[in-house]
């Protein structure tokens, strides 16, 4: 059996062409059933030349003419473009015209089509480029999209990551740009509830490219995730040292999920110096709270601590003292529990007399209940009544986001050992990827490229 595909292309007047797309046989019983897939990505590759040949054919008919007094213009000569696309590379003929007699100012010539296609890349590769690489490695991504789709010469690895760079780029400068403000009053002109219990705030390392020490070999990547209160939370990530305004950024973080400064949001960490650098700056949007099993897990460390004291000479019990302290331990903890960090500290700040430094191993107990007492002193500010805050429904914990890092750094920036970043590159990257996690990145590119809207992602395949 012989199958043909063809194009029927029905111009404006009626008048209509013929494009063949396909020649395809099937004769023995043993022959593949249905299309093959390197059928399918050639017959889209050719109805994709025949479609755009036409309606370039379009583009130039209309511009040939003046768009004054509807003359024909004079010819200047035809040039070749390059079009790159989902379905593959395309090569068309571009003529330019001069300009009409009647016109006085403008360019001297000029060339239809190089105007109607904007770019020598459409949008949608743009897109699905992002797209990809956000989640994969370049060479998988290329594999990959190669397997399923007629790409040939419409991109490269190379190509590629500079257009996932300049997108990256674009979504950064777009974080930092205000959003437009809704009414946050509801219908009684109230102020509207909150829709984010929360957001977590935590801290990744990313191995750096070209570091030049190896004290310089990492940097660090922020990461914020939202929690609200109904449907799935979004994240944001931004390579610290290469942010210049995050209050902006968060800001916007903000508000496109309906959250605004007059709401005041939860900000939850766990308290380490950079994740608390980075909280201060969004204290205009509320409250830092200390993630609550940071501090538990940090006494629990402190008790074991405790049990490993070596018994004191001349008491009667040789447990007393150890017992003592892990009281003074559970004391400290209830206090912190309801909200009372300047209690906790000075019960703690007994016990340190209590364990003395007569034993090198007494002397490290009190180092690492010194170094707890500074980490609740650097944090007293965020230490809320947590028992309030559960009996309330309200997160105290920052698991959530804990996740989220090692979503959005780990899987695509540090899984293989071998993978190095420059801090440049990788900022550009998570923006993307943030995106891409969030499902924002399509509606980012409709924004940008209207024309996208008009090509929508499920189509009605006829029956
Ligand atoms: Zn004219």
Redesign the pocket.
């Known amino acids: 059996m012989k199958l043909r595909v063809q194009l029927i292309i029905e111009d404006r007047s009626g008048n209509a062409t013929t494009a063949e797309i396909a020649a395809i046989e099937r004769n023995c019983p043993d022959d593949l059933i249905g299309l093959s897939l390197e059928e399918a990505k050639a017959m889209t590759g050719a109805a994709q030349r025949a479609m755009v040949q036409a309606q370039a054919r379009e583009a130039i008919a209309a511009g040939s003419v ?6 024909p213009l004079r010819k200047n000569g035809v040039h070749r473009i390059q079009y790159r696309t989902v379905f593959g590379r395309l090569d068309l003929e571009s003529p330019r015209f001069y300009r ?4 006085s100012t403008g360019r001297l010539s000029s060339s239809p089509l190089a105007i109607w296609l904007g770019d020598h890349v459409s949008q949608e590769l743009r897109y699905l480029e992002a797209q990809f690489a956000a989640l994969l490695p370049y060479g998988a991504s290329v594999g990959m999209l190669r397997a399923v789709l007629p790409l040939e010469n419409a991109t490269s690895i190379t190509t590629w990551k500079r257009h996932v760079i300049s997108v990256g780029e674009r979504l950064d400068l777009d974080a930092h740009r205000r959003f437009p403000i809704r009414s946050t009053l509801n219908a009684f002109g109230l102020p509207t509830r909150n829709p984010l219990q929360a957001i977590g705030i935590d801290g990744g390392f990313v191995k750096a490219a070209n570091a030049p020490s190896r004290q310089e070999g990492w940097f660090e990547v922020m990461v914020a995730k939202s929690l609200p209160r109904s449907g799935s939370g979004r994240v944001l990530a931004f390579v610290q040292r290469l942010e210049p305004n995050p209050t902006a950024r968060m800001e916007r973080f903000l508000a496109e999920q309906g959250a605004f400064p007059a709401q005041p949001t939860t900000f939850l960490s766990d308290g380490g110096d950079s994740v608390r650098r980075a909280q201060g700056e969004f204290r205009a949007f509320g409250e830092p709270i200390l993630d609550w099993f940071h501090i538990a897990m940090r006494m629990t460390q402190l008790s074991q601590a405790i049990k490993g004291l070596p018994d004191v000479p001349g008491e009667t019990t040789p447990t007393d003292h150890i017992n003592e302290g892990l009281r003074s331990v559970r004391g400290a903890k209830a206090y912190l529990w309801h909200g009372s960090p300047h209690r906790a500290l000075d019960e703690l700040g007994k016990l340190t007399w209590d364990i003395g430094t007569a034993t090198d191993r007494a002397r490290e107990v009190q180092g690492k209940l010194k170094e707890f007492m500074n980490y609740i002193s650097a944090n007293v500010e965020a230490i809320p009544d947590y028992a309030d805050r559960r009996r309330h429904g309200e997160p105290i914990a920052t698991g959530f986001v804990e996740s989220a890092v090692n979503q959005v750094v780990s899987k695509r920036l540090v899984k293989k050992q071998q993978m190095r970043w420059t801090p440049h590159g990788a900022h550009r990257l998570l923006q993307v990827r943030a995106r891409v996690l969030n499902s924002q990145l399509r509606t980012d590119f409709e924004r940008w490229f209207p024309k996208l809207r008009a090509a929508p992602e499920c189509v009605r395949i006829a029956a």
């Open positions: 003046c768009a004054n007094c509807r003359r009409c007699r009647c016109l």
